[in-house]
């Protein structure tokens, strides 16, 4: 049989013990890749047929949605759509015809059945797919062009063993389809409702404590609360990361009339919404100078060279921009080789307990310096200490943030202290 999921195991050994196939095939089968495509390949050859599908019935049809077929393309294929009352399935589900068929020509009913004659069907085996709520899902089935007389109730076994575990995985791509539905609409709820506020959590020059800027911060209002890493994450899954980050930047940007002009707002983005090149329309010109773009992810950067060309037209408008996390890790330093940036921002990894641990104050001195060579500015996150504090004023780092500093709130209670000051 060459390579299969059962990598060479007999097939009349396996016939033999059809009752254990389903508690066999868990451990057997995920190494195989997509399991319903090698479990459809392995059941063709085994039962020596032409074709075998699964299907998902839609009403009075059924789609195939998983074709193994080799030589028989022209017949079947992923995408093909037809009648139920053109083909076995709805027959065998309503008791009309059995599940096994060696022969169809020794049943009278399967010549009144169209795919017979246009195959034509010979052979036929065909067990239902169950949904986890026991509706019918589909059908895994398996078509010979000449009769298969040999095929036997152990044959009936195997197939049913194999559809449960088809079953299986078809429940599995379900729930992951309805979690993902799910998870869209929620995020198309957000952005047609704009139910998010932005949050603004200080930064401080270390020297004399004064709030040189904030960071703009994302809070979602539906509940139950989630924080918004989950919320991007969820966006980014169902390809909805850069509208929803657009529209909160968009946001964000309308505050820098509401702070103080001598102040800056720091903005948080995915690499995929900067590449997008929409962001820079977002930002008047006249507050360039004032804003400063966070890159926060770290993950591989498909297209390089558009994100370099949109950093570089944020700062012909003066926009600096800062690379995040910077000691969290290896990707963190290759963000600040490749991307250069103007603000780097040392890790909480970093900054906790840099007061008594050297090895945390030596990486992060060797940061100040690598960003004093650089002509880049440092600003620690995760303050939480007065001793973490001076600590990293000792050694150079100018700005910074973190609780000990002052905790995110709501922008329009920020703003509101800010005017009764």
Known sequence: MGDNILNGMELDSMTAVAPAAIALMPRLVPEAGDVIANTLAFLRNHLNMDIAFLSEIKGDQMELVAVDAPGFEHLAAVGDILDLDDVYCLHILEGRLPELIPDTEAIEFC???PITSRIPVRAHVSVPIWRTDKSVYGMFCAVGRQPRKSLNARDLEVVKAFAALAGDEVNARLDRDKQSGDKKDAILNVLETGSFEIALQPIQRLNDQ???GYEALCRFSPLPYRP???WFQDASDVGLQ???ELKVIRQAVALLDEISDDQYLSI????ATLGSGEIADLIPRVHGHRVVIEITEHAAIENLDV???????LRDMKVRIAVDDAGAGYSGLQQIIRLRPDVIKLDMSLTQDVDKDVARRSLASAMVQFAADTHANVVAEGI?????????RS???EMGQGYFLGRPELSDDVLAKLKSA
């Not at 948080?268 to 690499?271: F, I, K, M």
């Not at 939480?384 to 990293?392: D, I, K, N, P």
């Open 111 to 113: 010549s009144q059945i």
């Open 307 to 313: 994100l370099l060309m949109e950093i570089d037209r």
């Open 242 to 244: 850069i509208p929803l």
């Open 395 to 397: 050694i150079g780092v």
């Open 228 to 230: 918004p890493n989950i």
């Open 210 to 212: 004064v709030v040189a």
């Open 268 to 271: 948080n983005t995915s690499a």
């Open 384 to 392: 939480e200490t007065a001793a973490e504090l001076e600590t990293l």
